[in-house]
T-cell receptor, first 113, second 112 residues
């Protein structure tokens, strides 16, 4: 079975540009998470969906960040406008039960110049 | 608020030199403690879940144990391929769904 698939793997953009990160969770998983990883702050949860509905977005830094999950097999994380401090690795993860382990994708490395 | 502290931040071992990594946690009602391995440029890879104090899980050279305040990841006779960052995470009763709170990780290097 394919794991969590993220795209793009690497993105380099200029400050002010819009960035869209994409995620396809493992088939049959009903929970999806977006995490951000930096050297300074480690892994931070940005937002969590259950059955395509956003449950907890308290980790979203500010209004420049938005996430959607239009169906069970696709999610996007959008940053508009992007800033240099948004540079990080963004991970998508999915889970097939409410109290279970998360399965992570390979991540999207974002660099904002 | 759930909190996780891992120590040491970095650990260098010689091949075959056994050691332990520590994960101290604070949580209102532990639903699960998770260990992950992360290789450079990759996403975290699930290793173990522990649910209650006294529980132990093993996988090859790794053994995870759990008390009411901390968890240990014991590495027996490590090999260079065990080099990675090991992350600990907790899921508390007051957190929604499968949300995990992660520690900063321990970067393990095993020299041949």
């Amino acid at each position: 079975d394919a794991g969590v698939i993220q795209s793009p793997r690497h993105e380099v953009t200029e400050m002010g540009q819009e960035v869209t990160l994409r995620c396809k969770p493992i088939s049959g998983h009903n929970s999806l998470f977006w995490y951000r990883q930096t050297m300074m702050r480690g892994l931070e949860l940005l937002i969590y969906f259950n059955n395509n509905v956003p449950i907890d977005d308290s980790g979203m830094p500010e209004d420049r960040f938005s996430a959607k999950m239009p169906n069970a097999s696709f999610s996007t994380l959008k940053i508009q406008p992007s800033e240099p401090r948004d540079s990080a690795v963004y991970f998508c993860a999915s889970s097939f039960r409410v109290r279970g382990e998360l399965f992570f994708g390979e991540g999207s490395r974002l660099t904002v110049l | 608020e759930d909190q996780v502290t891992q120590s040491p931040e970095a650990l260098r071992l010689q091949e075959g030199e056994s050691s332990s990594l520590n994960c101290s946690y604070t949580v209102s009602g532990l639903r699960g403690l998770f260990w992950y391995r992360q290789d450079p440029g990759k996403g975290p890879e699930f290793l173990f879940t522990l649910y209650s104090a006294g529980e132990e899980k093993e996988k090859e050279r790794l053994k995870a144990t759990l008390t009411k305040k901390e968890s240990f990841l014991h590495i027996t006779a490590p090999k260079p391929e065990d080099s990675a960052t090991y992350l600990c995470a907790v899921q508390g009763e007051e957190t929604s769904g499968s949300r995990l709170t992660f520690g900063e990780g321990t970067q393990l290097t095993v020299n041949p």
